[in-house]
């Protein structure tokens, strides 16, 4: 089993009950959901929107493989309503990202493992950190704690909804 982080984000719709739905659709179709950080709120990274994102990472345990992992993270994508629009980032309502994949290195046209931005995202590296403070970039070689540290990314983040309340959360919405 490889334990695999994700990072899931969004600004459209009921933000919330998007970020439950892709737990409880990843536990469903990926692996076990066997942690998840608070769920924090963060404006847009990259571009200008109406909305903030809220954001979290979960910790998922797996027997598939990378390749496999971002077909069915395409397909929870679709199904929860996202709708791709081009190269740029623009709001969604549901954004899914491999962050880590055990200690693999993965650089294919369509998947980079570690992901290749993620030590740039306060939005990603916080909710990060309070899982695995002292996990190590393979690349960077550095703990996430170091790398929110020493991130230049100096955006406000306010924490929306705990880990236990997360939790109970996914007890009362379908994923439909």
């Known amino acids: 089993m490889a334990k695999v982080y994700f990072s899931t984000g969004s600004n459209l719709g009921?933000?919330?009950?998007?970020?439950?739905?892709?737990?409880?659709?990843i536990d469903a179709v990926i692996g076990k959901v066997i942690a998840v950080s608070p769920v924090i709120e963060s404006k847009p990274w990259g571009f200008d929107a109406e909305m903030n994102f809220y954001n979290q990472v979960l910790l998922v345990e797996t027997d598939l493989t990378p390749n496999q992992i971002i077909k069915e993270v395409l397909g929870i994508e679709k199904k929860i309503g996202r709708i791709r629009k081009g190269p740029s980032y623009n709001s969604r309502v549901i954004d899914i990202d491999i962050l880590f994949?055990?200690?693999?290195?993965?650089?294919?046209?369509?998947?980079?493992?570690?992901?290749?931005?993620?030590?740039?995202?306060?939005?990603?590296?916080?909710p990060l950190a309070s899982l695995a403070?002292?996990?190590?970039?393979?690349?960077?070689?550095?703990?996430?704690?170091e790398l929110l540290?020493?991130?230049?990314?100096?955006?406000?983040?306010?924490?929306?909804v705990g880990q236990d309340e997360f939790l109970n959360l996914i007890e009362t919405i379908t994923p439909n």
């Not at 009921?14 to 659709?25: D, G």
């Not at 994949?101 to 306060?122: G, Q």
């Not at 955006?155 to 929306?160: A, F, K, W």
């Open 149 to 160: 540290r020493l991130t230049e990314d100096k955006s406000q983040i306010l924490n929306i």
């Open 101 to 126: 994949y055990a200690n693999m290195l993965v650089e294919e046209d369509n998947l980079v493992i570690p992901h290749p931005r993620l030590h740039l995202r306060k939005f990603v590296l916080q």
């Open 133 to 145: 403070p002292g996990l190590v970039h393979p690349l960077l070689k550095k703990t996430i704690s």
């Open 14 to 25: 009921n933000r919330l009950a998007s970020l439950v739905k892709a737990a409880k659709l």
